[in-house]
């Protein structure tokens, strides 16, 4: 049906084409010699192809422009006298003799804009006769062409002002008329167009009317170009007659279109001393309106506005901008009770970004805004809307955009509580913005109270919100969650030791209760931070008197305890331990021996009882091992205490290369390379020995097992320790004893089950060259190695 509809449609334009070019063809043959009769006959029978009601708007303007285009060649015809010998009023008379009324008034419209340029009659007279005489076609979509055409010719002969038709032709206010009774006419024509046809085919006619709507918008174009309409005209006149129109026409389509076209075309300043006026109108247009993108896009163009110079600023406050446009939206929010949330949260965020450019300082403004979202979406617990919800994402960012500082945002009491009605997944993308912006502007949270807020409005990072699975998460995101907090920790600062203590108490509070899978990214952030604090204070406890002082880095360091207890617990015993460390540096710089002691016990503790893999055991001794070789704060025996269990535990490492190296670097405890460091060089040489022993039955093993006693590493490894202290000046070490050493190395790698290996090789010879390279220096270093035979 719809296929034979198109065929015929398409038949029917190229029969009414054929006709236009047919009669075209003998009306230019007719002003080539200049015979005024068949021109004007042709004319009329071209015109009256445009007669014909079987095609579609689309297909009718086809036509349309095919007689235009020849109405301009008819029009310069007319305009030379000489070759016609008619005058131009005699021509207005003579075209008014057409046969049918549409022919006749294309051919007047023609002729009149003659008329008008030969100034032989008032342009005002001419066009008023032009704008009545159209009355004639009261045909919908034929009666909308022929007023198009006639706004079309008249456009530049309006007496407009510095126009030439300015004066006894006419004033502005009679241009102002002509363009809005044929403004008003054509509305009239185009809501008609909904009543033809059937019912049935009402989804097609409301299609077919929407392509006509540029027709009726260009009269309110054509007004905005005017030059003579200042301010007080169009707020007297011009506004209310066409919002009369919009009004009155109760037509869903037109009203949209033409509120906005109101507000695309006609300048902002208007707008904003006329705000009253065309946001009155708002409430009385049909419940079907699109309202919410019209007072949107209003308001967008006032924020741009607003936005171009700080000098209009004073404009919005004399008018109280604000107070107005937040009143007409709570009065179209309250009277069109079917809005969808997505819709009044639309309307906010065009609030909000006004409110922003213009009233940055109002903060209360912001606030209230925020306030009036809240209150729409009270009965929605959780917006399931994704474009609602996109809606408040933008709502939420808007500040952080604008201020650059969440700090500002936090002061704001509806955030929060706007944030709560998001869902789990797009609280979490807000608060990662929230988080992003903090990092990118460098902004550092300074109060416990601020801090608290803050972590209320990113909780869905920090701990698992009702109804979401944190296995459920996509690990990688959950890592990027998970570092974005622990970058935020960082942020939070204050150089005031008290208030930085209840800001690390503050977080303590929030990131405990993040569950086993988020403590081990935010602890260590929450720990250093607070190390940061003890650092600060270090060299002050002597000063500070009484209890009533909270941040003693003795009170810190027993908050960091229950931390990392609470770490350990998860568990997580690797990071509790290294953390643990941390902690017992951060001690020994702060000449706390007890502490210092207490945080190696808990690390002690930890590998003993929490650490079971032996990869594990094996980096946790040397971290261990490595702290306490820089700890000067222990007394002799504290550190032997310590020391004792440090070999202890390295020689009872799983495998017996891991006992060898481990062994050997607790040489280090016994000759610290300081002033007032130990030098125990018997213990050291009693250290190397043992390693010594573990890597010749790590040989033994491996002849037993493989067949072959494996590469000569450990041994190459412990030679490197005997040059080390051998150079330090340990008396322990002997020249004898290193040369010993190198010539066991040689009878390892010739023995028959030695297994060749490239690596060690090249470890050894670079050890060797550094021996022949100390040798050869001379002084008293190359005195000591003269006495290495090789």
Not at 734 to 753: H, P, R, V
């Amino acid at each position: 049906m719809m296929i034979n509809e198109a065929e015929d449609e398409e038949k029917w334009l190229a029969e009414g084409i054929a006709g236009i070019q047919h009669n075209a063809f003998y009306m230019h043959r007719a002003l080539d010699s200049n015979n005024l009769r068949e021109a004007l006959k042709y004319s009329a029978q071209m015109l009256s192809e445009l007669r014909t009601s079987k095609l579609s708007p689309h297909k009718y303007y086809d036509l349309y422009m095919r007689a235009f285009d020849e109405l301009r060649k008819l029009e310069i015809f007319f305009k030379d006298e000489g070759k016609h010998g008619v005058s131009v009023v005699d021509l207005y008379e003579l075209v008014q003799h057409a046969g049918n009324i549409l022919p006749r008034l294309y051919l007047l419209c023609t002729v009149g804009s003659v008329y008008i340029k030969s100034k032989e009659a008032p342009a005002k007279e001419v066009l008023k006769d032009l704008v009545e005489m159209c009355h004639a076609v009261q045909h919908p979509l034929r009666g909308l062409f022929v007023r198009s055409y006639l706004a079309q010719i008249s456009r530049d002969k309006l007496p407009d002002i510095g126009s030439e038709y300015e004066g006894d032709d006419g004033t502005v206010m009679d241009a102002v008329e002509f363009v809005l009774q044929n403004f008003t006419e054509m509305n009239k024509l185009w809501v008609r167009m909904q009543h033809q046809g059937p019912g049935r085919v009402r989804e097609k006619q409301e299609k077919e009317r929407n392509e006509l709507r540029d027709l009726v918008g260009k009269n309110l174009h054509v007004l905005s170009q005017i030059e003579g309409v200042d301010l007080e005209m169009y707020k007297e006149t011009v506004l209310p007659r066409v919002l009369e129109q919009v009004v009155n026409c109760k037509d869903d389509l037109s009203q949209y279109y033409l509120m906005d076209c109101i507000i695309q075309v006609f300048p902002d300043e208007y707008h904003l001393q006329t705000l009253e006026t065309l946001l009155g109108a708002c409430p009385q247009l049909q419940p079907t309106v699109d309202i919410k993108t019209v007072l949107s896009r209003l308001m967008d163009r006032l924020s741009n506005y607003a936005a171009s110079s700080a000098d209009v600023l004073p404009e919005f406050l004399q008018v109280e901008a604000f107070g107005k446009l937040s009143n007409a939206i709570g009065k179209v929010i309250e009277t069109q009770v079917d809005m969808p949330a997505v819709g009044a949260i639309t309307l906010y965020v065009s609030l909000l970004t006004f409110t922003l450019r213009v009233h940055p300082d109002r903060l209360d403004y912001v606030d209230l805004v925020l306030g009036a979202c809240v209150k729409k979406l009270s009965n929605i617990p959780k917006l399931d809307d994704s474009r609602a919800t996109k809606q408040v994402v933008a709502l939420l960012s808007a500040p952080l955009e604008k201020y650059n500082d969440i700090v500002t945002a936090l002061t704001l009491s509806n955030y929060p509580r706007v944030m709560d009605h998001l869902d789990n997944g797009t609280n979490k993308v807000m608060a990662m913005v929230i988080i992003q912006s903090i990092m990118k502007n460098n902004t550092c949270i300074s109060t416990a109270d601020k801090v608290e807020v803050l972590f209320e409005l990113i909780k869905g990072l920090i701990k698992d919100m009702d109804g979401s699975d944190v296995d459920e998460l996509d690990e990688d995101d959950f890592k990027d969650e998970q570092n974005s907090v622990a970058r935020l920790i960082h942020m939070l600062y204050n150089n005031e030791p008290e208030e930085m203590l209840k800001i690390i108490c503050t977080v303590r509070k929030h990131t405990m209760a993040g569950g086993p899978k988020r403590l081990p990214f935010t602890v260590p952030s929450l720990v250093f931070s607070a190390l940061r604090l003890v650092r600060q204070l270090q060299g002050q406890e002597g000063d500070i008197v009484g209890e009533e002082v909270p941040a003693t880095p003795k009170k810190i360091f027993q908050l960091l305890t229950q931390i990392i207890e609470d770490l350990s617990t998860v568990p997580s015993p690797e990071l509790a331990l290294r953390l643990s460390l941390q902690c017992a540096e951060a001690a020994n710089d702060g000449d706390l021996e007890h502490v210092a002691y207490e945080f190696f016990t808990q690390a002690f503790v930890l590998y003993e009882e929490e650490i079971a893999d032996s990869k594990a055991q094996v980096t946790a001794i040397h971290l261990i091992v490595g702290t306490l070789q820089r700890m000067n704060v222990f007394g002799v025996e504290n550190r032997d205490t310590l020391t004792h269990k440090a070999t202890g535990y390295s020689a009872r490492l799983l495998k017996k290369p891991d006992q060898c190296r481990a062994v050997y670097a607790c040489s280090h405890l016994f000759w610290v390379d300081d002033q007032d460091g130990v030098k125990d060089g018997e213990r050291v040489l009693l250290c190397l020995k043992r390693a010594l022993r573990i890597a010749n039955a790590a040989q033994q093993m491996a002849n037993v097992a493989r067949g072959s006693s494996g590469p000569v590493t450990l041994f190459v490894e412990i030679l490197n320790k005997y040059l080390y202290f051998f150079e330090k000046g340990n008396q322990q070490i002997t020249g004898a004893a290193i040369q010993g050493l190198i010539e066991l190395i040689n009878t390892e790698k010739q023995s028959d089950s030695a297994t060749p290996d490239s690596a060690s090789d090249a470890f050894l010879a670079s050890t060797m060259r550094y021996i022949q390279f100390q040798r050869q220096k001379g002084g008293i270093m190359g005195e000591k190695f003269e006495s290495i035979k090789l």
